[in-house]
């Protein structure tokens, strides 16, 4: 590959794939009530959990006609779910309260990612192994984002100084890109995105996860309005059920996920579905989650300790809300470690 190439490709893989949501063997089918489901960001390796739910029938075996959208962002999608041009969304746990504390009407439904997937990410080239390697480094980040706001509670975790790790505003576009081309040394993503990227690319990446310097709290999950809540709490229902089971049928067979999102998104490169299916999976479930532990579920400790995070480090005033307003485990179904999930019948 031209280095000319490498970069293009790099970037428009970085751009998150904001093309059209169905197409191939994930298009939505013909029956049932047509739904509009937002993704978080563009299109991805981790949404693949959602295009196998749509293609081997989950959806409309609970009478959904499915349509995936491409986000602009958590908060982007919160809104667009709190004010109906959305259905239903995947968003980030924290970035919904934040939404939600300006204004947003909007609820989580069930965990997809049980923690964040917050991570320092470089290639094998980079010369950065492990946090220490950081000292003297330059780091790139998108401007205003929630990993860049909470960078300084990394750092102290990883015994880092201030000083010790220059940070430089990029877009999310050019992330990439500038750290292929040699711009900075590493960048703050989330693992399940960036990793990928890089596989496809050829590079070997480095992850130095958040969750290792014990900053955990709930990552995507399952959002909609509070308005579809109290008008059809049965439909929610139906949704939640679907996804779950199809998401939980999807991690068990993975390579049939990774071809469903190749059949459905262009320009999709098969070693970064693969790597991204991987990854999603290894964050449906909580680290050592007991046989009976129950796929999505929240709880208030959790909920308030992102209350904290966001409050510190978004200057977020979550005082006038209460864990009630933002989650519910009501909508799920029951599904453990051990609950085997069948492929609809098609």
Not at 211 to 228: C, E, Q, V, W
Not at 256 to 268: F, G, H, K, P
């Amino acid at each position: 590959m031209t280095h000319r190439k490498m970069l293009l490709t790099a970037a428009a893989l970085s751009l998150a794939l904001p093309l059209a949501a169905c197409g191939g063997s994930g298009e939505s089918s013909a029956s049932g009530e047509k739904v509009t489901f937002m993704m978080d960001v563009g299109l991805l390796p981790k949404h693949a959990l959602f295009y196998a739910a749509v293609d081997h029938g989950f959806y409309e075996d609970a009478g959904f006609d499915v349509e995936i959208l491409p986000g602009t962002g958590s908060k982007d999608t919160s809104l667009a779910v709190s004010t109906g041009r959305a259905d239903f969304g995947f968003a980030d746990f924290g970035q919904s309260v934040l939404a939600r504390s300006e204004g947003a009407g909007v609820t989580q439904l069930g965990l997809i990612q049980s923690e964040t997937a917050y991570a320092t990410v470089t290639t094998s080239k980079s010369g950065i192994d492990d946090w220490d390697d950081l000292v003297g480094k330059k780091v790139a980040t998108e401007a205003g984002g929630a990993m860049t706001a909470m960078w300084p509670l990394a750092a102290e975790r990883a015994g880092l100084d201030k000083d010790d790790v220059e940070v430089v505003a990029s877009s999310g576009q050019a992330k990439i890109t500038g750290l292929l081309t040699g711009q900075w040394d590493a960048t703050l993503a989330f693992y399940i995105s960036d990793a990928p990227v890089l596989i496809a690319q050829g590079e070997k990446p480095v992850v130095l996860k958040w969750s290792d310097l014990d900053i955990s709290m709930y990552g995507n999950g399952l959002i909609t309005s509070d308005k579809a809540v109290a008008d059809d709490p049965e439909r929610v229902k139906a949704f939640v059920g679907a996804t779950m089971r199809g998401v939980t049928w999807a991690c068990k067979n993975q390579d049939q996920a990774v071809q469903s999102l190749m059949d459905s998104v262009r320009e999709m490169d098969s070693k970064a579905a693969t790597a991204g299916v991987e990854q999603a999976c290894g964050l449906l479930w909580p680290k050592d989650a007991p046989d009976g532990a129950s796929l999505g579920s929240m709880d208030d400790e959790g909920a308030e300790h992102v209350f904290d995070l966001v409050g510190t480090y978004l200057d977020v005033d979550s005082t006038d809300i209460s864990t009630a307003d933002v989650y519910t485990n009501e909508f799920l179904p029951e599904i453990t470690t051990q609950t085997q999930i069948e492929e609809p019948k098609q």
